[in-house]
Nanobody, 125 residues
Framework: QVQLVESGGGLVQAGGSLRLSCAAS????????MGWFRQAPGKERDFVAAITWSGGSTFYVDSAKGRFTISRDNAKNTVYLQMNSLKPEDTAVYYCAADINLYNRRWYPASLGYWGQGTQVTVSS
């Protein structure tokens, strides 16, 4: 059982940066692959980034490559999403997710085991 709480969202100008955090509670955090997803108003919830349980491998949607960095600190039970060079099209509610097989299920968010409540990211032009 894992509970996830996101923080760090806000309003920034295009080109700015934000660092999102996802704090997890539970005994088996390090066993879960972690990911970030986002959902704009009226849109589907889409994959953004994922990290394996060891932190050794990361994966990104094409639009995030070179701008976003996902990382995890298992000792702190926390996963991060550093977002640089933000664009207005990045505006969305960002959700943290955890699943034993998150990477393989990244295109099917409804199948994932655990979700946070979301944090709003708004990028102005």
């Amino acid at each position: 059982q894992v509970q996830l709480v996101e923080s760090g969202g806000g309003l920034v100008q295009a080109g700015g940066s934000l660092r999102l955090s996802c704090a997890a509670s539970g005994r088996s955090f390090s066993r879960y692959e972690m990911g970030w997803f986002r959902q704009a108003p009226g849109k589907e919830r889409d994959f953004v980034a994922a990290i394996t349980w060891s932190g050794g491998s990361t994966f990104y949607v094409d639009s995030a490559k070179g701008r976003f960095t996902i990382s995890r600190d298992n000792a702190k039970n926390t996963v991060y999403l550093q977002m640089n060079s933000l664009k207005p099209e990045d505006t969305a509610v960002y959700y943290c997710a955890a699943d034993i097989n998150l990477y393989n299920r990244r295109w099917y968010p409804a199948s994932l085991g655990y979700w946070g409540q979301g944090t709003q990211v708004t990028v102005s032009s």
